[in-house]
């Protein structure tokens, strides 16, 4: 199944984003947030630590860029700014912005406690979903759990979060200074969640901008970033690329190459299993498997992966696998295998 990147993200980018956010993509079918599976305990013994049910991958406190922001409040007339600003936020010209402590916290947590230190939970999750997911900023929008092309997905939706991240900064930065923000403040402020958390976690704190730093939108923050949103959903395609041409041009070219290197299959013509494969058998018909995260797939994929030995061409593995298993299994699935790391190039040992 396929789907296009442009049905995954806020509809405001819809006429700002260059052909490859309508070309095809893989439905990445093993990461579902309605019914999360990373947070699901094992069923089986393995090293696998689940995400909190009460958090999912939600332990994250987002920047929402100012046009986005606007977008939020302008397409629900019953919104506000306390909507976006509850305690351990604040609102900047720039956007919403978690403070401080939250960005210093969100630090001290990882690698482990993502998704599973409560600590750090979103503001806008409610009840298991997403309070602003029509308006979420680049690094929520693009992160996957797992990866239905393995490694080549995972560099794929990393192009895709740094390009979306050039755009946040270059449409956040156009709109406050349009809208007449202080170019000072501008100098020393960032939508970019890896700068600004780096920041707060150097400084120790991080004060929210005066009223000198709105100039003539300090009373009137609500309609600053409506305004916002309307000057990103008038801009064109052109404009926005002009805005930062060499950031812009870098990002895209990277994102076009990862896209490539998704969709375009290359089987090595040998492949053995890895070695730091393990399996964990389930029942009759399926198994798990684990490398970086568990994944289920049939039981007769355990069998399968001794066929190849490094030493057999991979059709003629295949073949010999087939035959001798009962089975039909196609080159596609061992494309797949391969891109999940199950099968490994004989460079990896």
Request: aromatic share 12%; hydrophobic share 40%.
């Amino acid at each position: 199944m396929t789907t296009s990147l442009l049905n995954q993200l806020p509809a405001i980018y819809a006429h700002l984003l260059p052909p490859v956010f309508s070309a095809p993509i893989p439905q990445e079918s093993y990461a579902n947030c309605r019914s999360c599976h990373m947070c699901e305990p094992s069923p089986v013994p393995s090293t696998h630590i689940p995400f909190s049910v009460a958090s999912k991958c939600c332990t994250f406190p987002p920047i929402i860029p100012n046009y986005l922001v606007g977008a939020y409040l302008a397409d629900d007339p019953s919104r506000t700014l306390d909507d976006v600003s509850m305690p351990g936020r604040h609102v900047t010209p720039l956007g919403a912005f978690p403070n401080a402590e939250s960005l210093i916290q969100y630090t001290r947590i990882l690698p482990d406690g993502f998704g599973r230190d409560s600590s750090t939970i979103c503001p806008f999750y409610q009840n298991g979903d997403c309070g602003v997911w029509g308006y979420r900023n680049a690094i929520c929008s693009t992160y996957q759990c797992k990866h239905v092309k393995g490694i080549r997905g995972k560099r794929f939706w990393e192009a895709v979060r740094d390009f979306l991240q050039c755009i946040e900064g270059l449409l956040a930065d156009y709109c406050a200074h349009d809208l007449g923000i202080s170019p000072t403040y501008l100098t020393h402020a960032s939508v970019d969640f890896f700068v600004t958390s780096q920041l707060a976690v150097a400084h120790g704190t991080m004060a929210p901008p005066t009223d000198d730093d709105w100039g003539d939108w300090a009373p009137k923050k609500a309609d600053f970033y409506r305004a916002c949103a309307q000057r990103v959903r008038t801009l064109s395609a052109e404009a926005l690329a002009g805005f930062g041409p060499h950031r812009y041009a870098i990002t895209h070219a990277n994102l076009m190459d990862a896209y490539t290197d998704m969709t375009t299959p290359t089987l090595p013509l040998y492949l053995k299993k890895n070695p730091r494969v393990t399996h964990i058998p389930f029942d009759d018909t399926a198994s798990f498997f684990q490398i970086d995260y568990l994944l289920k797939m049939p039981a007769v994929v355990w069998p399968l992966l001794d066929y190849f030995d490094g030493a057999t061409p991979v059709d003629r593995a295949l073949s010999r696998a087939n035959a001798d298993l009962g089975i039909c299994v196609e080159t596609d699935y061992i494309q797949h295998l391969f891109e999940q790391q199950l099968l490994v190039p004989l460079l990896n040992g």
